[in-house]
């Protein structure tokens, strides 16, 4: 079983940075995109920002210019390096593999447990 397991969230002020990585684990052989969401009150899963196995990005348009999305295809681990910080930014962060081939076979929609990041004004 794919194991994932985010760190690096906090309390920042509103312009400050944080970075996010999420380190997957489990007899891993690849995994295809990686991705980071995040939910905050009230609102429903947004999709932050994805990276492909060959390092293409993709992000939300509202954190577009302030994110980037990296990965270390060696130790399995994704990174979201997060700048210009905003209050509305402040949410639960996710970490998600659609696809991960292991030594067991292939493991779909794997989601990490989540790491608060809170931004004040």
């Known amino acids: 079983q794919v194991q994932l397991v985010e760190s690096g969230g906090g309390l920042v002020q509103a312009g400050g940075s944080l970075r996010l990585s999420c380190a997957a684990s489990?007899?891993?052989?690849?995994?295809?995109?990686m991705n980071w969401y995040r939910r905050a009150p009230g609102k429903q899963h947004e999709l932050v920002a994805r990276?492909?196995?060959?390092?293409?990005?993709t992000y939300s348009d509202s954190v577009k210019g302030r994110f980037t999305i990296s990965r270390d295809n060696a130790k399995n681990t994704v990174f979201l390096q997060m700048n210009s910080l905003k209050p509305e930014d402040t949410a639960v962060y996710y970490c998600?593999?659609?696809?991960?081939?292991?030594?067991?076979?292939?493991?779909?929609?794997?989601w990490g447990q989540g790491t608060q990041v809170t931004v004040s004004s």
């Open positions: 990276i492909t196995s060959g390092g293409s990005t």
């Open positions: 489990g007899n891993i052989i690849s995994i295809d995109d």
């Open positions: 998600n593999t659609p696809r991960a081939t292991t030594s067991r076979g292939v493991e779909f929609d794997s």
